[in-house]
């Protein structure tokens, strides 16, 4: 077949989705071998608490093109993602989630579309099969996140992706511990293109994604990625500093001018709470980035890898 490509990774974190594997691997295979000379899939095991590694274990067994690797504990899915691209060796690194929702048939529109001459090709989820809950999260998260960087990124676009080699060998350098893989790819600048893809609903399972993680997400990749709730928080503190300052000074007026007597012990500490609480507020802020200056400086591996297959090579 014409336009086929030398090599092509696929980089799967894997994590409670035990039961979508076996189809998850016969898809891929059927796939990528219209479009490659050669391929691997690396499935990465989070530390999933179902049956995975047993079963990534067997699929590993019936092809050696399936390879493995088991991280010590559960680290997170873009931390999955690290470790997987630390050990694809494609001239295509593909990137998808485990649950199917990313169809394995839609890795040709992304290639094609690289091959066109784009360094990374995004899928575009136009039509999302997720609940509401999740939906809605997802675009509250990038309205937040958009202000607070001053980026533009889509809502529709997840990890879900094929970027060439050189790409993929300058991510690695980035090795700070807040991680968003498609964040991180789109901010280094290479030429991206954008495709529709069809969005499957899950094949089995839930979402690992709860709300407070959600939230614990959020808030790590924004701090990790902007410095604007800083400005933000000198700037309210500047405006509550002037309000506060032109009421004294309405205060003086009405004293020494008129005679009226300034009275209100509730209204003197409702104000004097509501200060309090955004001095905690604004320390809160400034040590939530003290704290991730903290963990870079540590110098802790991103992930620990407690067993491989079919790395012996990598090894």
Not at 205 to 214: A, R, V
């Amino acid at each position: 077949m014409e336009n086929k490509a030398l090599s092509i990774s696929v980089v799967v974190p894997v994590y409670g989705c035990d039961s979508c594997l076996d189809e998850l691997c016969r898809r891929l295979t059927h796939t990528l071998a219209d479009i490659a000379i050669d391929y691997e899939i690396i499935l990465v095991n989070d530390s999933s608490p179902d049956n995975s590694w047993q079963v990534i274990h067997n699929l590993t067994k019936t092809d050696k093109r399936i390879k493995a690797v088991s991280l010590s504990r559960n680290f997170g899915q873009h931390y999955a993602i690290t470790a997987g691209l630390d050990i694809a060796s494609g001239d295509y690194v593909v990137v998808m989630d485990c649950d199917l929702q990313d169809r394995p048939e839609e890795i040709k529109k992304l290639y094609y579309k690289a091959i066109e001459g784009y360094d990374v090709v995004f899928g575009r989820r136009v039509e999302r099969q997720d609940g509401f809950f999740k939906n809605l999260s997802s675009k509250l998260f990038y309205t937040l996140f958009n202000y607070l960087s001053d980026n533009k990124f889509d809502n529709t676009v997840a990890n879900f992706s094929i970027s060439r080699r050189y790409v993929i060998e300058n991510f690695r350098k980035l090795r700070e511990h807040n991680r968003a893989f498609p964040l991180f790819i789109q901010w280094m600048g290479f030429n991206i293109a954008f495709v529709d893809i069809v969005h499957d609903k899950r094949f089995a399972g839930q979402t690992s994604y709860g709300f407070s993680k959600l939230i614990n997400l959020a808030m790590d990749i924004i701090v990790s990625q902007s410095n604007k709730p800083l400005r933000l928080s000198i700037k309210f503190g500047f405006l509550i500093s002037l309000l506060s300052l032109v009421y004294g000074i309405y205060l003086i007026i009405k004293y020494f001018l008129f005679s009226i007597h300034v009275t209100g012990w509730t209204s003197i500490m409702v104000s004097f709470f509501f200060l309090i609480g955004l001095l905690f507020a604004n320390m809160g802020i400034l040590g939530l980035y003290i704290g991730k200056v903290f963990d870079e400086t540590k110098g802790r591996p991103l992930y620990i890898i407690k067993d491989t297959i079919n790395l012996k090579d990598s090894e």
